[in-house]
């Protein structure tokens, strides 16, 4: 497996979590990682990104401010920490590694098993 997310569950509105994403070295190194999401019914959707380097990091709107991705390089682990969690984020959240940093998930090559997030309001 290249990547192996953990941290999913069931969390109240107004609470926190974070999700993690294990990935081989090779899947990790050099690449930039993002974290996408899809409610039942819905098309996946963008909500982070962090580009090889650290250096750079995008969000979609809806989760500026309550959201923070991040990579631990030593570890070939990125992290999305989760708060101030909404019904609305309720979804299976994906992982995956590219090259480029984007918003567009075709662009990504390597996608890990989604974990499940449900915001009980």
């Known amino acids: 497996v290249q990547l192996q997310p953990f941290g999913g569950g069931l969390v109240q509105a107004g609470g926190s979590l974070r999700l993690s994403c294990a990935a081989s070295?090779?899947?990790?190194?050099?690449?930039?990682m993002g974290w996408f999401r899809q409610a039942p019914g819905k098309e996946r959707e963008f909500v982070a990104a962090i580009s090889w380097s650290g250096g750079s990091t995008y969000y979609q709107d809806s989760v500026k401010g309550r959201f923070t991705i991040s990579r631990d390089d030593a570890k070939n682990t990125v992290y999305l920490q989760m708060s101030s969690l909404k019904p609305e984020d309720t979804a299976v959240y994906y992982c995956a590694a590219g090259k480029v940093v984007t918003n567009f998930p075709l662009v990504y090559e390597h996608w890990g098993q989604g974990t499940l997030v449900t915001v009980s309001s």
């Open positions: 070295e090779r899947t990790f190194t050099g690449n930039a």
